[in-house]
């Protein structure tokens, strides 16, 4: 049985993602602080702790001496603008959307060969947004998606990441969805389970897709 570790598991993205890795007969494994409702075999770890980021890996690799796929769903966004933009928040935003992909990638390596790591991204990477340091981690996680896939092809491992639209998740309020489905060309936004399928695709099956940035939008 192939096995995909998917940090941000117990999110509206992440719980898709899981679901669909589970669908296609793999073994899934979720990182996150909080277990939710999550089925799957489940690891705490608050991705503002890298010690805790290494030590999960480390039980990880204990267990599974392969890991096929490795993605990142976990993401936050304080919605800052400069005018209330505070340190603290700033650098929270930061660590959160990438320590998961540099470090879980850094301590699963040995298992990792041969597989293949996607990070959710963000259209917003490459387009003003209200939340600073949300737009600029995004940014950070597509250079270090190039980064890695040119680091890491040695060892056989693909990286790269999709950058979703609008999606109704929670991060999306009620209130704003209908604003943001109208800047749509489709009309509405996207489902979780619509990007899970785009990131099954680039993780598991996309074999000449390696160091891309995948737009998942409308
Ligand atoms: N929704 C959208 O419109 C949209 C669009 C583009 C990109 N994205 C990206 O998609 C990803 C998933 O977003 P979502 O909408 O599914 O949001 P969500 O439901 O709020 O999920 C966020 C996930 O991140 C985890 N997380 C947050 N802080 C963490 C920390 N310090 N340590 C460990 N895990 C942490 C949460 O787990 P715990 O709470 O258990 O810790 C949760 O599983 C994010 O990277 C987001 O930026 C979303």
């Known amino acids: 049985m192939k096995t995909a570790v998917i940090i941000g598991g117990t999110g509206a993205i992440g719980s898709a993602v899981s679901e669909k890795f589970s669908s296609k007969n793999y073994k899934v494994i979720c990182i996150g602080r909080t277990t939710k409702k999550n089925l ?17 890996s480390k039980k990880i690799l204990e267990k599974y001496k392969k ?33 998961g992909t540099l470090f879980f990638s850094k301590y699963l ?6 597989g293949s790591i996607v990070s ?12 600073v ?3 600029a981690s995004k940014a ?6 190039i980064n890695l896939a040119n680091q890491l092809s040695k060892h056989k491992i693909r990286v790269n990441a999709v950058a979703p639209g609008y999606t109704a998740t929670g991060m999306i309020s009620a209130k704003e969805r209908a ?13 979780p389970k619509e990007i899970a399928q785009i990131i099954f695709f680039v993780a ?4 000449y897709i390696n160091g891309q940035i995948i737009t998942a939008d409308s």
């Open 179 to 191: 604003l943001k489905a109208k800047k749509t060309i489709i009309g509405r936004l996207a489902n």
């Open 109 to 114: 390596l040995p298992g990792l060969k041969g």
């Open 40 to 56: 799957n075999e489940f690891y705490v770890c608050n991705l503002l702790d890298v010690t805790s980021i290494k030590e999960t």
């Open 120 to 131: 959710v991204s963000s259209i917003k990477a490459n387009s003003p947004t209200k939340g």
């Open 204 to 207: 598991a099956e996309a074999t």
């Open 133 to 135: 340091a949300y737009g």
């Open 140 to 145: 950070a996680l597509n250079n270090i998606t």
């Open 67 to 99: 890991i096929d796929v490795l993605v990142n769903c976990a993401g936050i966004n304080d919605g800052q603008e400069l005018k209330t933009l505070n340190e603290n928040s700033f650098y929270e935003v930061i660590k959160t959307n990438i320590n």
